[in-house]
C-alpha cells in the first residue's frame, strides 16, 4: 500500500520537505505533504501527510491521512492516523481510524470522531 493513494488525494501534487530543512509557520497545501526535515507550526490539508523517518512536526495537523515514521507532536484532526516502526506521536488527535504498528510509539490523548449524520 502507498502512502498516497491517489483515489484518496485531492491531487497528485506532492510538496516535499527535505531532510534539512527547517520551517517555521503555517502551511496551507492543495495536495500531499511529504516530510523528512523539520517544521514548527500548522499544517492544514484536505490530503495526506507523511512524516518520513528523518522529519519532525510540532504543530497542528488537519488532514485527510497522516502517517507518521518520524516525531509528531501537538495536535491532529483526520480521518486516519498510522504510526508506523519508529514513528512517534505525541498529544490529542481526533481521528475516525487509527493504526499503531509494532515499534510505533503514541503517548497523548484520542478521540474517536462520530460519523457525520
Known amino acids: 500500500m502507498g502512502v498516497f493513494n491517489k483515489s484518496e488525494s485531492i491531487n497528485n501534487e506532492t510538496t516535499v520537505i527535505s ?18 526535515g523539520a517544521i514548527e ?3 492544514y490539508t484536505k490530503a495526506n501527510i507523511s512524516i518520513g523517518k ?3 512536526v510540532k504543530g497542528e495537523i ?22 508506523l516502526k519508529g514513528g512517534v506521536l505525541k498529544g490529542e488527535i481526533s481521528v475516525k481510524s487509527i493504526i499503531i504498528e509494532r515499534g510505533g510509539d503514541f503517548d497523548g490523548l484520542c478521540q474517536k470522531k462520530q460519523p457525520k449524520k
Open 62 to 83: 488537519k488532514a485527510c491521512k497522516i502517517v507518521i515514521s518520524g516525531v509528531f507532536e501537538g495536535k491532529a484532526d483526520c480521518n486516519e492516523v498510522e504510526v
Open 54 to 56: 528523518s522529519g519532525k
Open 41 to 43: 507550526g500548522n499544517i
Open 19 to 36: 531532510s534539512g530543512a527547517v520551517f517555521k509557520g503555517d502551511f496551507d497545501v492543495n495536495g500531499n505533504v511529504h516530510i523528512d
